[in-house]
């Protein structure tokens, strides 16, 4: 729900806060399928089960995966993100939280930027940057509209800001602007901007 808009907050735009969340979550299935066995093959399959499986419960898958098991289970992971419950009083499960895969699928669906800021325990912290851009790619020799994972160490502020900038100021990011997010304390929350206050002199 971070990744709209946070003025959906009276009681009569609850329903509709919902209803699109629920859209975007069936959108990340559907941004999954679009070339999926070249975006997920066993080994990409197997290691987001696998650490999957680690974050949420703590431990880990007890067998290597087959090829067709790990199809299987990935497919069944991307289905319950897609059909989990949307109102805002819903219970989720921890596995079907967001993560780099949904954000990345994010990015591919909307076709817009995602920036986000990692800050697991708080901005207290020294925290980490990353950016979800959507890409025309080739992989294994295929080309295909995806999205690119770009991660940026605490000491490269700088560059992940630069490349907000330059999203913003992007002709097309009028009507599809970056999305800002942080991650803190095991959730997403949308970033606002406000004006720097104007120095005054005496």
């Known amino acids: 729900m971070s990744l709209l808009d946070m003025r959906f907050d009276t009681p009569q735009?609850?329903?509709?806060?919902?209803q699109m969340t629920q859209l975007l979550k069936e959108g990340?299935?559907?941004a999954s399928r679009h070339g999926y066995?070249?975006?997920?093959?066993?080994d990409i399959r197997q290691t987001i089960l696998a650490v999957n499986r680690l974050e949420a419960d703590g431990q880990e898958l007890a067998t290597s995966?087959?090829?067709?098991?790990?199809?299987?289970?990935?497919?069944?992971?991307i289905q319950d993100i897609s059909q989990s419950a949307s109102a805002i009083s819903a219970f989720v499960p921890l596995e079907l939280w967001g993560?780099?895969?949904?954000?990345?699928?994010?990015?591919?669906?909307?076709q817009q930027p995602i920036f986000l800021i990692i800050a697991p325990y708080g901005l207290q912290s020294v925290p980490t940057y990353q950016v979800y851009e959507p890409e025309r790619?080739?992989?294994?020799?295929?080309?295909?509209?995806?999205?690119?994972e770009y991660y940026f160490a605490s000491s490269k502020l700088d560059e992940w800001l630069s490349r907000l900038q330059r999203a913003c100021r992007d002709t097309?990011?009028?009507?599809?602007?970056?999305?800002?997010?942080i991650y803190s304390e095991l959730h997403y929350s949308r970033v606002?901007?406000?004006?720097?206050?104007?120095?005054r002199t005496t």
């Open 99 to 110: 993560t780099e895969l949904t954000l990345r699928m994010m990015a591919k669906l909307l």
């Open 65 to 77: 995966l087959s090829e067709t098991e790990s199809g299987i289970l990935f497919q069944e992971y």
């Open 192 to 199: 606002e901007f406000a004006p720097a206050p104007v120095s």
């Open 28 to 30: 990340i299935g559907e």
């Open 172 to 181: 097309s990011s009028t009507d599809n602007p970056p999305v800002v997010l």
């Open 37 to 42: 066995d070249v975006e997920f093959p066993h």
């Open 137 to 148: 790619t080739t992989k294994a020799g295929h080309e295909l509209d995806s999205a690119e």
């Open 13 to 18: 735009h609850i329903e509709v806060l919902e």
